[in-house]
């Protein structure tokens, strides 16, 4: 008679899950270094021109697409002749893809309640901040789209990020951070970048094309599972059955989970040029120099200051969020120089430099001196936002087309 033991059951579990998850981290961060190593040559230099910024997130889109479609066509031609049954492998595939899309689905649904709660959010209170209420309306107004909740946030990181969903409707968020650094002009100048971002609709372009590396990803994973546990090969046909089947299995996993990484750095490159777009988008609609002032702001007031500095500048975060594939809610909310971070929780947050010193500081002066900084290639592909030194470079390449009688 045996006697099942739930502990040795559970201890077995545990063993195989962390022989799973050191293989899963040995393919994501081959992917990783491999993404690094070839960072000097992916990475290009600012858009020329509007329209070539448009054809490079075309042709990103594109590429995402197709490549995503073949990987899933051939993975599930491969499966199905590996279990030695054809539409074997397309049930792997449309499960992994219907529970990516579901679990999107709900980051974007919930994304808003989360984000509010997170980082404090509150509707403008005083005359100051229905100021800024007035200010986003024309520049919506001026953007030709409906104009979306201003939401205030209770940390002194300077930044701002756009987010919704079709539950909640469209917000822009300010922080207390921001409103402390800049002037009234260049704070007009950041919602019209927000505001950019609701207008070309980069949550729903980022949420759709994620889709395709989170599959990737998760379908990698499940390969991975099955054929440590399950093995694979189909009856009456000499392909491999058991342990054989099952490490052609685990491998294909492994190769999935790069393919899911490389993906996600794909979605990023992606996500860099939609800040591009956004910048134009306030070039147009309030002036070309007043984003360039309040980017040079803020990139001194972060420079300046280490706390600053290293919130903004961490691989190690980067890194974090390229193994992970898609960062949980906050990352499709598009912050201004970077996404929101992971201090604004309020029990990790600590002592923060006063940014109002700089709100006098004449900009203008250092405007040249910070494009003409050389910027990290390596950085930058593990970043979610251009360099700020690339970024006053591309105004520079636009501004004749969108103003051409400002200075």
Same mark, same amino acid.
């Given at each position: 008679m045996?006697?099942y033991d739930?502990l040795?059951?559970l201890?077995?579990?545990m063993?195989?899950?962390?022989?799973?998850l050191?293989?899963?981290?040995?393919?994501?961060?081959?992917?990783?270094?491999?993404?690094a190593?070839i960072?000097p040559k992916?990475i290009?230099?600012?858009?020329?021109?509007?329209a070539?910024?448009?054809?490079?997130?075309?042709?990103?889109?594109?590429a995402?697409v197709?490549?995503?479609?073949?990987?899933?066509?051939?993975?599930?031609?491969?499966i199905?002749?590996?279990?030695?049954?054809?539409?074997?492998g397309?049930?792997?595939v449309?499960?992994?893809v219907?529970?990516?899309?579901?679990?999107?689905?709900?980051?974007?649904l919930?994304s808003?309640?989360?984000?509010?709660l997170?980082y404090r959010?509150?509707?403008?209170r005083?005359?100051?901040?229905?100021?800024y209420?007035?200010?986003?309306e024309?520049?919506?107004?001026?953007?030709?789209?409906?104009?979306?909740k201003?939401?205030?946030?209770?940390?002194?990181?300077?930044?701002?990020?756009?987010?919704g969903?079709?539950?909640s409707?469209?917000?822009?968020?300010v922080?207390r951070?921001l409103?402390?650094?800049?002037?009234?002009?260049?704070?007009?100048a950041?919602?019209?970048?927000?505001v950019?971002?609701?207008?070309?609709r980069?949550?729903s372009?980022?949420?759709?094309?994620s889709?395709?590396?989170?599959?990737?990803y998760y379908l990698?994973?499940?390969?991975?599972w099955?054929?440590?546990?399950?093995g694979?090969?189909?009856?009456g046909?000499?392909?491999?059955s058991?342990?054989?089947g099952?490490?052609?299995?685990?491998l294909?996993g492994?190769?999935?989970?790069v %393919?899911?990484?490389? $993906?996600?750095?794909?979605?990023?490159?992606?996500? &860099? !040029? /939609?800040?591009?777009?956004a910048?134009?988008?306030?070039?147009?609609v309030?002036?070309?120099?007043?984003?360039?002032r309040?980017?040079?702001?803020?990139?001194?007031?972060?420079e300046g200051?280490?706390?600053?500095?290293h919130q903004v500048?961490s691989?190690?975060?980067?890194?974090f969020?390229a193994?992970?594939?898609?960062?949980?809610?906050?990352?499709?909310?598009?912050?201004?120089?970077?996404?929101?971070?992971e201090d604004?929780?309020?029990w990790?947050?600590r002592?923060e430099?006063?940014l109002s010193?700089?709100r006098?500081y004449?900009?203008?002066?250092?405007?040249e001196k910070?494009?003409?900084?050389?910027t990290?290639? %390596?950085a930058?592909? $593990?970043?979610?936002?251009?360099?700020?030194?690339? &970024? !006053? /470079?591309?105004?520079?390449?636009i501004?004749?087309s969108v103003n051409p009688?400002?200075p």
């Amino acid at each position: 008679m045996i006697i099942y033991d739930p502990l040795f059951g559970l201890f077995a579990f545990m063993m195989a899950y962390w022989w799973l998850l050191i293989l899963t981290s040995i393919a994501a961060g081959g992917a990783v270094a491999l993404m690094a190593a070839i960072a000097p040559k992916a990475i290009k230099g600012e858009p020329k021109s509007l329209a070539s910024l448009r054809a490079s997130m075309a042709i990103t889109a594109v590429a995402i697409v197709l490549a995503g479609v073949s990987v899933f066509v051939g993975v599930a031609e491969l499966i199905g002749y590996i279990f030695g049954y054809s539409l074997a492998g397309s049930y792997l595939v449309m499960t992994a893809v219907i529970f990516t899309f579901f679990i999107i689905l709900i980051q974007w649904l919930l994304s808003p309640l989360f984000i509010n709660l997170v980082y404090r959010t509150h509707p403008p209170r005083t005359d100051e901040e229905r100021r800024y209420q007035a200010m986003l309306e024309e520049v919506a107004r001026r953007s030709h789209i409906r104009t979306p909740k201003l939401r205030i946030a209770e940390t002194n990181m300077p930044n701002a990020f756009s987010y919704g969903s079709p539950l909640s409707g469209s917000y822009v968020a300010v922080t207390r951070g921001l409103l402390n650094l800049m002037p009234d002009d260049e704070v007009e100048a950041v919602l019209g970048h927000e505001v950019g971002h609701l207008r070309h609709r980069d949550v729903s372009w980022i949420l759709a094309l994620s889709v395709i590396p989170l599959a990737v990803y998760y379908l990698g994973q499940m390969l991975i599972w099955s054929g440590f546990f399950g093995g694979g090969g189909g009856e009456g046909r000499d392909r491999g059955s058991g342990a054989n089947g099952g490490i052609l299995l685990m491998l294909v996993g492994m190769l999935l989970v790069v %393919v899911g990484v490389v $993906f996600r750095f794909l979605v990023g490159n992606f996500n &860099r !040029l /939609r800040e591009y777009y956004a910048d134009a988008n306030s070039a147009v609609v309030t002036s070309p120099r007043k984003i360039q002032r309040a980017l040079a702001r803020l990139h001194i007031a972060v420079e300046g200051n280490n706390y600053f500095k290293h919130q903004v500048n961490s691989s190690g975060s980067s890194m974090f969020k390229a193994l992970f594939i898609v960062a949980p809610f906050v990352e499709i909310s598009g912050g201004f120089l970077y996404e929101p971070d992971e201090d604004a929780w309020p029990w990790r947050r600590r002592r923060e430099p006063d940014l109002s010193r700089y709100r006098d500081y004449d900009v203008d002066q250092l405007i040249e001196k910070i494009k003409n900084e050389k910027t990290d290639p %390596v950085a930058e592909m $593990f970043a979610t936002h251009p360099p700020i030194p690339k &970024r !006053l /470079r591309f105004i520079d390449n636009i501004k004749y087309s969108v103003n051409p009688v400002e200075p």
